[in-house]
């Protein structure tokens, strides 16, 4: 190889190259964005329709079944999954991974809009939204007085909403939670009786009178003039002056039948931040910006405008972003560093002074390489990104110490350092070659997962990769560089001749002894690997494990028909019993909504008058007082009778909803609730399961209006008047909108007086405008009365389904063996024709993605035989080579069960990395041995020789990558203690057996003849 003397002798070109791959990087360190986790890409659209006062039957057939027939027809759809409760539809639509995402929502919302001139005129909301990593909040305000009004609020958060998207590097600024002022129009019934005035004429005169339409324009002389007949109201008084009909030689106008103000909307949803009424204000961060910078400029702006409030109102952070990622980034950047200091000690111990100084020196080069170019691949700094390098790092130096080592060996034999140096690293530049290319080849399949999964690990592989090959680089280039200035002849290392006194007196005694005893060390060997696999079912199976973070979720659910203020007082109550806790700091409390987006991977909860969400704020996290907060909370919140309190913990990995889910599909409703009803009991009964939600345990009760129908023609009345009159009279009904001269834009809502009243409305009062005119009493043409219905309607792919869903307290028993129990009783069960189930929640997102690791596992191992064969240009020596991986995956099982921790995805990812560290091993010692026979050594001679010159290595290389390793796995929590383990108890077990197989299995299948070979 000619690299290294390239380098050597244009040293001055070498120097400036590594100087400005250096710059590049701390570059890059110092702007590169930062965050906790992750930007994921969601690859999906979402519809939200509100229309108050709709069954979930209406909402199916008039809203959802037209869209999902259209949307069905597009191209590139994974699903559509579809929840319909009273007056409110969510259709989310996962789409084919790897598509256009932006094209295909665009398209979507193109379908939405065609359809709105056929959906029902009564939608008051529709929302189409593009879910996105950076609709997470960054920063959470509480705008919050004890005594000001709503409309106060409303107005503070409205002016500082306006100040922060002017910060830069700030996406959107949101606000909820707060209540608007409309223009009430209520009308007297009684009055309008007398009158013989309908609510429908009342509707109609102000949308006709509301309205501007040019009247063209007209010449006179040489100038022209615009012509206006009509136009918009200009005051409240305009309104009350309205006529609305004629009789007895007089005019009415609306002012005698009704009463025109300024009144807040139906209270529907509000907020408080710990008990004071508020208003949340959540900030969104652009793509790619650093959140300190952001969160920087927010706070300015912040300040600002808070000295210029009102004294009772206050701007309060619920939580900023920023701090967890300080702290999270600040544990991981401690664990790099500590990693760092340990491997440097070990290297200092075993090389030397000097050569550890070459050998150090690649590794912030190779890390300020990585940053740079993961940099510039689009990613940032944040857990996977330093995970990443923490895992490369006693790698990457792996390259250098072998550089340096064959240096110094020629640097003994009498060469001078420039001739060691260009010589030592042309010898094994092709063999560091083929070892990081087969490392690089683990990690690299893992990169073309295909799922969201795959995105969220993306970071790490990509940084691990570009480390490695940084280091492959360094190694061959500025390495040896420094080794021929830095290198000389020294004294024998005291710590290099213990160690080989260990190889003559044991080691060397060892391997013959197994070398003598093939049967019984392969024997042995295979033993450990069944063995170790028969472990599986004790360590259990695992996904990804909580956030750890400190924060906690409460889902306040109500009985189906609850309202807002039952609903408030649940959530008063859960309140209570948070504050009661010393643990918990501040408690956001949203009523009729779910909480602002506070993390990735939060689901957010459906608006409804019966739902609330407290998300409660802890100290310092601590897993054991996180532990015994949520077993209390649970305990206590389990016997409220009110409604079902649900305590919730954020969590790594992709979404979902919950963790157990059983999908049940039939399109007789009745026939799914008695199929809900027993499955419920199923997973009632099964270990560890909580928060069990069967939304289809009780029927609603709601007053039905049943028109007679015949009636109503004879009587030449419209349905849809006897609909509009119903809808304004007992729940109110825009029917317009008003400007005043300030440009602040109110909705006209015309409502009754029945409205808000304790009372089962009376049909008596309301009329209905015949098509002759005639004022008909909405009770002669209908009746009212009470009805139970199905209080929910799901559909999934079209087809009506329901999820009974639960959470499972994993202290007592693991998400995978509680589905296991459920799925074996379910097979038991015995479903109705045209009925069947499904699992969603945890396994089925486990099963896709352990299923393109699994992929990505073999195509890995495929990768690493290809290059070996290349290398060795053999079929029986790669194979040699492989003996280390089944080592290496009883070692991860071993070391698993012994530390308590369950097979996750992320131990998932330590295996499949395990197979690139753990194959270079055996390729040290196959290369040397095959040098040796080269050389005119026998077989046996070859792998004696070969085990004893190449144990110091690599037992140098494992203790480093294991050194790297442990501040991760000791400090790095339950996301990264299971891949750190796996990695260290393989890398232990395989090289400890590695080092008595591989030379028994060369023995075996090498012929005793002269090899041809490159290296």
């Not at 229309?51 to 909402?59: C, K, L, R, T, V």
């Not at 959140?291 to 109102?313: C, K, M, P, W």
């Not at 969201?452 to 280091?471: A, E, H, P, Q, R």
């Amino acid at each position: 190889m000619k690299i290294p003397r390239l380098a050597i002798h244009n040293y001055q070109f070498t120097l400036v190259l590594v100087f400005l791959v250096a710059i590049m990087g701390l570059f890059s360190y110092t702007t590169m964005p930062k965050s906790e986790d992750p930007a994921l890409e969601f690859n999906m659209s979402t519809i939200l329709i509100i229309n108050p006062g709709a069954s979930p039957e209406d909402m199916e057939t008039l809203i959802v079944n037209p869209i999902e027939e259209e949307i069905n027809e597009l191209e590139d759809i994974e699903n559509v999954k579809t929840e319909i409760t009273n007056g409110v539809a969510s259709i989310k639509i996962e789409l084919v991974y790897g598509i256009d995402n932006d094209n295909k929502h665009r398209e979507i919302v193109q379908i939405v809009n065609e359809l709105s001139a056929h959906l029902p005129e009564t939608i008051v909301r529709t929302d189409l939204e593009q879910p996105s990593v950076f609709d997470v909040s960054i920063m959470q305000l509480a705008i919050t007085s004890p005594d000001a009004s709503p409309a106060q609020l409303k107005k503070s958060a409205e002016d500082l909403k306006e100040q922060l998207e002017r910060s830069s590097g700030v996406r959107a600024v949101k606000l909820d939670g707060e209540q608007d002022l409309d223009i009430k129009i209520k009308c007297d019934l009684e009055k309008m009786a007398h009158y013989r005035l309908s609510l429908g004429q009342v509707m109609m005169t102000i949308q006709n009178l509301n309205r501007s339409i040019p009247g063209g324009s007209i010449k006179l002389g040489n100038k022209e003039f615009n012509i206006k007949s009509s136009g918009l109201y200009e005051d409240l008084e305009q309104i009350r002056n309205t006529v609305i009909g004629s009789g007895n030689n007089q005019i009415i106008k609306l002012k005698e039948i009704a009463t025109v103000t300024y009144d807040y909307e139906k209270k529907e949803e509000f907020a408080t931040y710990n008990g004071q009424a508020a208003v949340w204000l959540s900030v969104q961060q652009k793509e790619g910006m650093n959140i300190y910078d952001v969160t920087e400029g927010v706070d300015e702006r912040i300040e600002e405008f808070s000295n210029h409030l009102q004294a009772d109102v206050s701007v309060v952070p619920v939580f900023k972003q920023a701090d967890s990622v300080k702290i999270r980034l600040g544990q991981f950047t401690s664990s790099f560093l500590q990693g760092i200091l340990i491997v440097g000690i070990i290297i200092f111990l075993a090389v030397g002074f000097r050569a550890s100084i070459v050998v150090m020196i690649s590794i912030p080069l190779s890390i300020l390489t990585g940053i740079g170019l993961i940099d510039a691949s689009g990613f940032g700094l944040q857990q996977m990104t330093i995970a990443g390098l923490i895992i490369a790092l006693g790698m990457l130096v792996d390259n250098s110490i072998a550089i340096v080592e064959n240096i110094n060996r020629f640097i003994k034999k009498g060469l001078s350092p420039v001739e060691a140096a260009i010589k030592g690293a042309s010898e094994i530049g092709m063999a560091l070659v083929s070892s990081t290319a087969t490392t690089v080849l683990a990690f690299a399949p893992m990169l073309m997962m295909g799922n969201n999964v795959g995105d969220f690990i993306k970071s790490m592989m990509l940084i691990v990769i570009y480390t490695l090959l940084s280091s492959l680089v360094i190694a061959l280039t500025f390495a040896p560089f420094i080794s021929s200035r830095v290198l000389k002849k020294q004294d024998e290392n005291k710590k290099t001749v213990l160690l080989d006194q260990f190889i003559d007196k044991y080691y060397q005694k060892w391997v013959k002894g197994a070398i003598s005893r093939p049967v019984i060390t392969l024997v042995a060997g295979l033993l450990i690997f069944l063995g170790s696999v028969s472990l599986m079912p004790f360590i259990g199976v695992s996904f990804f494990p909580k956030a750890e973070k400190n924060q906690l979720l409460v889902n306040i659910i109500a009985p189906e028909g609850s309202n807002l203020d039952h609903t408030n007082k649940a959530i008063k109550y859960a309140e209570s019993v948070l504050k009661s806790h010393s643990y918990v700091e501040n408690i956001a409390a949203s009523v009729g909504m779910g909480n602002p987006q506070a993390y990735y991977n939060m689901d957010n909860l459906t608006p409804a008058v019966n739902k609330g969400q407290l998300l409660a704020i802890l100290g310092e996290y601590d897993y054991d007082k996180v532990a015994n907060l949520i077993k209390e909370l649970r305990t206590t919140f389990a016997t409220y009778s009110g409604a079902r309190l649900e305590v919730k913990e954020f969590g790594q990995g992709p979404p979902v909803d919950s963790p157990i889910e059983v999908r049940l599909f039939s399109d007789d409703l009745e026939e799914l609730k008695s199929i809900a009803a027993d499955v419920e009991q199923i997973i009632y009964k099964a270990p560890a399961t909580i928060n069990i939600d069967n939304p289809l345990a009780e029927d609603q009760t709601s007053l039905k209006i049943k028109i007679n129908y015949e009636k109503a023609g004879m009587l030449g009345i419209n349905i849809i008047d006897i609909d509009m009159a119903v809808r304004a009279a007992i729940n109110g009904l825009s029917i317009g909108s008003f400007q005043d001269n300030l440009g602040d834009e109110y909705e006209i809502v015309l409502e009754s007086n029945m409205v808000g009243a304790p009372e089962i409305p009376s049909l008596d009062r309301i009329f209905i405008t015949s098509q002759r005119g005639g004022q008909i009493p909405l009770s002669q043409v209908s009746e009212l009365i009470f009805d139970k219905s199905i209080k929910r309607i799901d559909h999934y792919d079209l087809e009506r389904f329901i999820t009974v869903s639960a959470d499972v307290d994993e202290t007592v028993m693991s998400i995978a063996e509680v589905t296991s129990n459920i799925v074996e009783q379910l097979k038991q069960y015995d479903f109705p024709s045209g009925s069947h189930f499904g699992m969603g929640g945890e396994q089925e997102n486990r099963d896709e993605s352990f299923g393109g690791l699994g992929q990505a596992l073999i195509i890995a191992l495929l990768g690493i035989f290809a290059v070996l064969v290349l290398q060795f240009r053999s079929f029986t020596q790669p194979l040699i080579v492989f003996s280390a991986i089944p080592l290496s995956i009883s070692g991860a099982f071993i070391a698993l069960l012994i530390t308590g921790y369950s097979f996750s995805f992320m131990a998932f990812v330590g295996l499949t990395s395990l197979m690139g560290i753990v194959v270079n091993s055996s390729i040290i010692l196959v290369d040397y041995a095959n040098q040796k026979r080269l050389e005119g050594l026998k077989t046996l001679e070859a792998i004696i020789e070969a085990a004893k010159t190449r144990f110091t290595p690599i037992l140098l290389t494992t203790i480093t990558t294991i050194a790297g390793l442990l501040p991760l796995t000791i400090s790095g929590g339950k996301m990264w203690a299971p891949m750190g383990w796996a990695i260290i108890g393989g890398l232990v077990l395989s090289t400890g057996l590695t080092l008595l197989i591989v030379p028994v299995l060369y023995n075996i299948l090498t012929r005793d003849e002269i090899i041809q070979t490159d290296v």
